[in-house]
Structure formats: structure tokens, C-alpha cells
């Protein structure tokens, strides 16, 4: 596990690769974003085929990072500035992640703190972007002390 004090600006972590089965796009869609291009092969669609939800992509990128940065203590999303999805996601797949830490600095506000920016970049198996995201994150700066 990784404390605050362990990252700095610069560095890069890379995720193992997640393969993305038509199944489990299936069974997000239907939970979560029932279109019809993302339950089925849909021809009369913008894709002509099924695709995952963005934010099914989004869920596989956050357990990606998770396991590829892991956090003593956790982390907790402040927000998120430019979500993009930029290719489509489809049954057959397999991401993989890549996070760069752009700043990380001690929280003014909330001692024992600490404020992470980071770059996180979603791949598929061709290492073409499919979506790139730059959350804030909070996460304890010391050790026993909670965010």
C-alpha cells in the first residue's frame, strides 16, 4: 500500500488488462444504461453494434486504478474535470490503465490530508484511448489519521 507521501509529480502506474465480455456489458446496460446499443448488437445505431456504456468503461477504469495505485487509507473523488469517451468500447475488448500523477499537495483545509490530481488514461487492447478522466482525490496524508 502507498501513503500520500510516496507520490510525487511525474510518476506513471500502469494497470493489468481487463477483458470486457459481451455478458457483462449486457449486464451493466440492463442495471444501469438500458439503451438498446448497449443491451444488443443494435444495426440502426450510431454504432451498428453493441458497445459498453461509458460508464461501464468508467467502473472498469476506477477498479483498474484502484488495483494499479493502491491507497493506504482509501481515496475519496472531490470531482472529476474532463471526462471524455473517446472510441468505443466493445464485447471482445481489453483495457488497461494508465495513471500519471499531475500534483498532490497537502490539503489547506483539512489536516492530516491530502489533495491528489491525477491523469488517468483507459486503453484498449490496440493501446488506442477510449477514455481519459482527471480527478481530485483526497486521501490521508499520515498515517491513523482519517480524511
Not at 438500458?34 to 477504469?61: K, V
Not at 490539503?107 to 484498449?124: C, D, H, K, M
Not at 487492447?125 to 490521508?140: A, C, F, G, K, W
Request: glycine share 8%; hydrophobic share 45%; charged share 20%.
Amino acid at each position: 500500500m502507498m501513503r500520500a507521501g510516496d507520490l510525487a509529480a511525474g510518476q506513471v502506474y500502469r494497470s493489468r488488462a481487463l477483458p470486457v465480455t459481451r455478458a457483462a456489458i449486457t449486464a451493466f446496460a440492463t442495471e444501469f444504461d438500458p439503451q438498446s446499443f448497449h443491451l444488443a448488437d443494435d444495426p440502426d445505431s450510431l454504432f451498428g453494434r453493441q458497445i459498453a456504456s461509458g460508464w461501464h468503461t468508467a467502473a472498469i477504469t476506477m477498479r483498474l486504478f484502484v488495483e494499479a495505485m493502491p491507497l493506504e487509507g482509501g481515496r475519496v473523488g472531490a470531482g472529476v474535470e474532463a471526462l471524455k469517451w473517446l472510441r468505443p468500447v466493445c464485447p471482445g475488448d481489453s483495457l488497461h490503465v494508465q495513471a500519471t500523477v499531475l500534483r498532490i499537495t497537502a490539503s489547506r483545509s483539512r489536516p492530516g490530508t491530502a489533495v491528489l490530481v491525477v491523469l488517468i488514461e483507459t486503453f484498449n487492447q490496440n493501446d488506442e484511448l477510449v477514455q481519459s478522466m482527471q480527478p481530485t482525490i483526497i486521501l490521508r496524508s499520515g498515517a491513523g489519521t482519517p480524511p
